[in-house]
């Protein structure tokens, strides 16, 4: 081989070599510009969903806020009327007592069959009857405590009396004036004379405390929400008998 050749082929294996690191810096240049390319479509939406994500728990907790100060007008509010009710120099049914306990008075918020024996007893002995029987269920472990929108559950009850007749018309008289309801299911009547037995079947009611009914939620990160149950306040618990 001639020495003009061994040059030639010697050229040529370098211009090889420097088109083959040519080549190989494309490749790697193009496999480093798509895993930037990569990082950065995916680094771009996870940044526009945290945005997202950031924009929807500013949005409630700005919506919270709202609601909060609209209750604080309200609070403030309630406690004027609240204040120029119970502050009446007599209740709405006449007496020198004071609102908040005349409407207790009507409407527990616990169920107090014990409180509620003792004034039906009261009210029987008061019309001039003498009390045979005063029965019902006492289901205060089970009964509901309080609940967000409380409506009046009724407390079923049966009184067995003996008296005269003029006692038992003044019986039913006062279960009529009482500032409890009651509801008469049914009366029965037996004897004669002054010897007469009176027996009733009815119930009164109470009504749960009402809760507040505040609640977290834990905003997620497609944009959805889920309440979570925590702590809630309930109204005053003041209850009473009354004839």
């Known amino acids: 081989m001639s020495t003009k050749q061994s040059k030639g082929l010697g050229q040529l294996s370098t211009k090889h070599i420097a088109v083959d690191k040519a080549n190989t810096l494309v490749i790697v240049s193009a496999a480093a510009a798509a895993a930037i390319i990569v990082f950065t479509f995916f680094a771009g939406k996870a940044l526009i969903d945290k945005i997202a994500y950031q924009n929807e728990v ?10 909060l100060e609209k209750n604080i007008e309200s609070i403030n ?9 119970d ?16 409407v207790l008075d009507a409407l527990p918020s616990v169920y ?3 409180a509620l024996a003792s004034s039906l007893d009261s009210i029987v002995k008061n019309a001039g009857l003498k009390v ?9 472990e089970t009964a ?3 609940s967000i929108s409380p409506t009046p559950i009724p407390i079923p009850f049966e009184i067995s009396a003996n008296g005269s007749y003029e006692s038992l018309q003044r019986l039913v008289a006062d279960l009529e004036r009482s500032i409890r309801p009651f509801k008469i299911a ?20 109470y009504q749960p405390k009402t809760e507040i009914g505040i609640k977290e939620e834990v905003v997620k990160t497609n944009g959805s929400s889920a309440p ?16």
């Open 58 to 67: 500013i949005s409630k907790r700005n919506k919270a806020n709202a609601q």
């Open 77 to 85: 509010q309630l406690t004027a009327a609240y204040t120029a009710f």
């Open 87 to 102: 502050s009446a120099p007599e209740s709405v049914i006449g007496t020198p007592d004071k609102n908040s306990k005349v």
């Open 112 to 114: 107090d069959y014990p």
């Open 132 to 140: 045979t029987s005063i029965t019902g269920i006492d289901q205060e």
């Open 144 to 146: 509901e405590k309080s």
């Open 186 to 205: 049914e009366v029965t009547i037996s004897g004669k004379d002054s010897a007469l037995t009176i027996s009733i079947k009815g119930e009164t009611y």
């Open 228 to 243: 979570q149950p925590t702590s809630t306040s309930s109204s005053a618990t003041q209850s009473g008998a009354t004839q």
